[in-house]
Nanobody
Framework: QVQLVESGGGSVQPGGSLRLSCSASVSLFSIYSMEWYRQVPWDQRELVAR???????NYADSTKGRLTISRDNAKKTVYLQMNSLKPEDTAVYYC?????????WGQGTQVTVSS
C-alpha cells in the first residue's frame, strides 16, 4: 500500500514563502514521476508542478518563476518551494505519485495566503 503524507502548509501573508513536503512509503521512489496539484472548493484539481524521474520539470503558467519542485530520493520525499505567494495561491495542495499500475494521492495540506 503506497501512502503519501504532505506537510508544510499553513497561513502566510502575500509575498511570503512556504515549503511543502510529501513523504512516500514506496519502494524504488526514484523511478516515479511526482506531481503537485492544488484545488479550491469551486474548481477542479489543477496541476501546478511536475518532476519526472529523470529530473525534468514542468510548471503551470500561473506559477512559473515562483514555485520550485524538487525531490530527495534518499528520503523518498518531494518538495514544493513556494515563493512570492499570492492570495490566489490559496488552496489545498496535493502530491501525486504516478506509477504504471496506479496513481496515488496524499491527503492534502491547506495553504492560505491572506493579509
Amino acid at each position: 500500500q503506497v501512502q503519501l503524507v504532505e506537510s508544510g502548509g499553513g497561513s502566510v501573508q502575500p509575498g511570503g514563502s512556504l515549503r511543502l513536503s510529501c513523504s512516500a512509503s514506496v519502494s524504488l521512489f526514484s523511478i516515479y514521476s511526482m506531481e503537485w496539484y492544488r484545488q479550491v472548493p469551486w474548481d477542479q484539481r489543477e496541476l501546478v508542478a511536475r518532476l519526472g524521474s529523470g529530473g525534468n520539470t514542468n510548471y503551470a503558467d500561473s506559477t512559473k518563476g515562483r514555485l520550485t519542485i524538487s525531490r530527495d530520493n534518499a528520503k523518498k520525499t518531494v518538495y514544493l518551494q513556494m515563493n512570492s505567494l499570492k492570495p490566489e495561491d490559496t488552496a489545498v495542495y496535493y502530491c501525486k505519485l504516478n506509477s504504471p499500475v496506479a496513481d496515488y494521492w496524499g491527503q492534502g495540506t491547506q495553504v492560505t495566503v491572506s493579509s
